[in-house]
């Protein structure tokens, strides 16, 4: 059996957001050939398409960039890989240094501080993003306190940098001890699905990470 998991914005969806007749013909003849097709998106289940969950081939969903698998038809969640909730605060705390913007999802909901939400324009400017943040997001006073008092881990953290060049100083961060917040070493192994690997100074796992990027080692972590 084969599994063809498919991107929605911007791959399988067109520009307005619904899959053409073409790509419809194909993903059934794909299915009619035994082959397994799961949409795999950064949304929530409930922010699927209904066109491409009406589909009778589509059983499974990848949601939350792989927070959360479901099985569509039983409504049941088959895995879930979540960040602690300290690790998420930690972040947060450390991207609050830079101009950005950022928000989470917990609860298959994305949430937002309202102040963020109010100047979603200042840090994006393609009214298409604009329009699925103000839409999709539910805005609290306090993004970090409301984390703390729900006490639950987070799916997802996402981060809108104004300035790129800010994000890329933001991705090379430092710690004062190792002089390089992103330099990891596995810890006790564990399941592919669940092991994050740890930076052996500051401590952040790294599928806590919203990017994908190089792995440094720093002399610490190296000698450890």
């Known amino acids: 059996m084969k599994l063809i998991a498919l991107d929605l914005d911007g791959t399988l969806l067109n520009s307005d957001k619904v899959v053409s007749e073409r790509n419809a013909a194909a993903l059934s003849l794909a299915a009619a050939q035994g082959n397994v097709i799961a949409p795999a998106t950064g949304r929530a289940l409930r922010a699927i398409p209904e066109q491409v969950m009406a589909f009778p081939f589509v059983h499974y969903a990848i ?17 879930r890989a979540e960040i602690a909730l300290d690790t998420c605060l930690r972040l947060l705390d450390f991207v609050g240094r830079y101009d950005a913007m ?5 609860n298959d909901t994305g949430w937002v501080d309202r102040s963020f939400l109010e100047r979603v324009r200042y840090y994006n400017s393609d009214e298409e993003v604009v329009t699925l943040l103000r839409t999709t997001r539910a ?10 008092e729900n006490g639950q881990p987070v799916q997802k953290v996402q981060l809108c940098f104004r300035d790129m060049a800010e994000r890329e100083t933001a991705r090379a961060g430092r710690c004062s001890r190792s002089r390089s917040i992103w330099a990891f070493r596995p810890q006790t192994p564990l399941p592919s699905a669940t092991a994050p690997t740890i930076c052996a ?3 952040l ?8 990027m190089p792995r440094p080692r720093c002399a610490r ?3 450890a």
């Open 102 to 106: 950022y928000d989470c999802y917990w």
């Open 221 to 223: 972590s190296a000698a």
């Open 205 to 212: 796992p790294a599928r806590a990470l919203p990017w994908a």
């Open 139 to 148: 805005p609290v006073d306090d993004l970090k306190a409301f984390l703390r």
């Open 201 to 203: 100074c500051c401590a």
């Open 63 to 79: 949601t939350i960039n792989g927070a959360k698998v479901s099985d569509t038809r039983a409504g049941q969640a088959l895995l």
